[in-house]
């Protein structure tokens, strides 16, 4: 999907060669905001911390790339539905066992249908990506 997005066009290309330098500024900022990390001078110890997050460095960065974004841009927002609706419980933590019970009956039918909308995702991509 992302690499769908990306081959769009040469800008989707940047953006995305962009995103991870622009990932650290972020981590770096929220950092240096929390007084977790300091920006020092090494010449005379001076902290420059306040300098450097009003710099450019800091206040240029574009927004997150988002994926749901990549994906209605690339024309594949069926997939992203389907598919990373899945992905996403597990990636954020919001998966809980809690959902199965001592039905096994149950337990099956919640696996089949998380299956079946694998293979759905599966499909479309084969239909709307690598046929086409």
Known sequence: MVT????LSDVNA???NDGAINELKRIGRKNLQAGHAKIINKKNQEDKTSEFLQ???MNG?????RIEE???EAKLEKIYTM???????????TFSLGILSDNVERNLYIAARATVGFTH????T???WIVK
């Open 126 to 128: 084969v239909q709307n």
């Open 83 to 93: 598919y990373y609706g899945f992905q996403s419980l597990l990636v954020h933590g």
């Open 121 to 124: 995702a599966i499909n479309l």
């Open 4 to 7: 769908r997005w990306v081959i």
């Open 61 to 65: 960065i574009p927004k997150r790339l």
């Open 55 to 57: 710099s450019n460095v």
């Open 70 to 72: 990549m994906a209605k």
């Open 14 to 16: 940047q953006t995305f």
